[in-house]
């Protein structure tokens, strides 16, 4: 059944979020919460939470202070699980970094930020990267980390907070390394759409890719 889509601009009550470019916005039960970017090249690591209501959005600032367990980024990204907000990676528009941070957003007070301990191999220092949720399990995919584009892909138990590594990063392999793409889980396959990449063929990927969890493997695509 076609249904048409009712686009409107919301009315937004309280102090909202400064403008900014770079960050994450994730759907945490009934807020939108929104974690750091960049405004003129200077970074963020404020926290905004956005309550949609039938009069629009009404928004309030989580945290905003610098902290060493938190430091300003843009171009990560994020998944929401069991009343924690997790953040990996992202960058200051110099150096990448490869931290997982944590806030918990239980009952509607937030925490602290955090760096919670992890076991494996985690993915290396990068942003312009994707993640998503499946389950249990978060994935990261692909991105920058200030030298080349990558193709690896990192999966994150969060029962055990433990990584593995499902794909290691090569330039030859099909498909090619991709950053500033986005992420999503559709019927157990990882899907990757779009983004930027460096292959000869242009710097613009066009593609939709899926990779099947069960298969452990990208599939081909026509």
């Not at 995919?141 to 030298?147: H, I, K």
């Not at 499902?166 to 793409?181: A, F, I, W, Y």
């Not at 460096?198 to 599939?219: A, C, I, M, N, Y």
Request: hydrophobic letters at 35%; one cysteine or more.
């Amino acid at each position: 059944m076609k249904r048409d889509l009712l686009v409107r601009e919301v009315v937004a009550q309280g102090q909202k979020p400064p403008p900014r470019a770079g960050q994450t916005t994730t759907l945490a039960g009934e807020c939108i919460v929104i974690v750091g970017g960049e405004d003129d090249d200077v970074t963020k690591n404020d926290t905004w939470a956005g309550t949609v209501t039938n009069d629009g959005v009404e928004w309030q600032q989580l945290a905003k202070v610098s902290t060493s367990a938190f430091v300003p980024r843009q171009s990560h990204d994020a998944v929401y699980y069991n009343d924690r907000l997790l953040v990996f990676g992202g960058g200051d528009m110099i150096n990448h970094l490869d931290e997982l941070c944590e806030m918990t957003l239980a009952n509607g007070a937030p925490g602290e930020w955090t760096s919670p301990k992890t076991r494996g191999p985690k993915p290396s220092a990068r942003s312009h990267h994707a993640m998503t949720l499946v389950e249990d399990v978060a994935y990261v995919y692909g991105g920058f980390d200030g030298m080349e584009y990558r193709n690896d892909l990192y999966a994150l138990d969060l029962r055990t907070m433990t990584w593995q590594c499902l794909l290691q990063n090569d330039d030859e392999r099909e498909p090619p390394p991709v950053s500033q793409h986005k992420f999503a889980n559709w019927r157990g396959q990882l899907v990757s759409l779009w983004g930027e990449g460096s292959s000869s063929e242009g710097p613009t990927v066009g593609d939709v890719q899926f990779f099947s969890l069960e298969r452990q493997k990208w599939l081909q695509t026509p």
